[in-house]
């Protein structure tokens, strides 16, 4: 089965490269969406999945290109934004449905470093002559 939270965690990484926000996209939908049905997801995001997907695959391709690069070659630049930005929200409301779901089931306690007053004070500068 696949994990939706790693593949919307691993697609939202991909949407914060530095190349251009279509390519982003195309690599975000292909790499790590596209193996995703809505079965897959929580009942809350399952809308807004099916949004995304609609906006990704919803043109007819060219000869040689397929849905994703024809739905994505014919959006602005603010649409491929939007698409962007709905698919970084989808995964912010799965972290939350994660976060409760992993919480329920395992308390995780962290540790803070003791550390002594030495340690905090900065290093003394020793003049030599």
Same mark, same amino acid.
């Given at each position: ?61 060219? *000869?040689?290109? %397929?849905?994703?690069? #024809?739905?994505?070659?014919?959006? =602005? !630049? ?36 003791? *550390?002594?007053? %030495?340690?905090?004070? #900065?290093?003394?500068?020793?003049? =030599? !002559?």
């Amino acid at each position: 089965m696949v994990n939706a939270w790693e593949c919307f965690h691993f697609a939202t990484l991909e949407l914060v490269r530095s190349t251009p926000i279509k390519q982003r996209l195309i690599s975000a939908y292909r790499r790590h969406l596209a193996s995703l049905q809505e079965n897959d997801l929580p009942s809350e995001v399952r809308e807004s999945y099916g949004q995304v997907i609609r906006s990704l695959c919803g043109v007819q391709p060219l *000869r040689g290109e %397929d849905a994703v690069t #024809a739905s994505v070659r014919k959006m =602005s !630049n603010q649409e491929a934004d939007d698409c962007a930005a709905q698919i970084v929200e989808i995964f912010g409301l799965m972290c939350k449905t994660h976060h409760g779901a992993t919480r329920s089931a395992s308390v995780v306690q962290l540790h803070s470093v003791e *550390r002594t007053a %030495d340690e905090f004070a #900065a290093p003394a500068l020793i003049a =030599s !002559n």
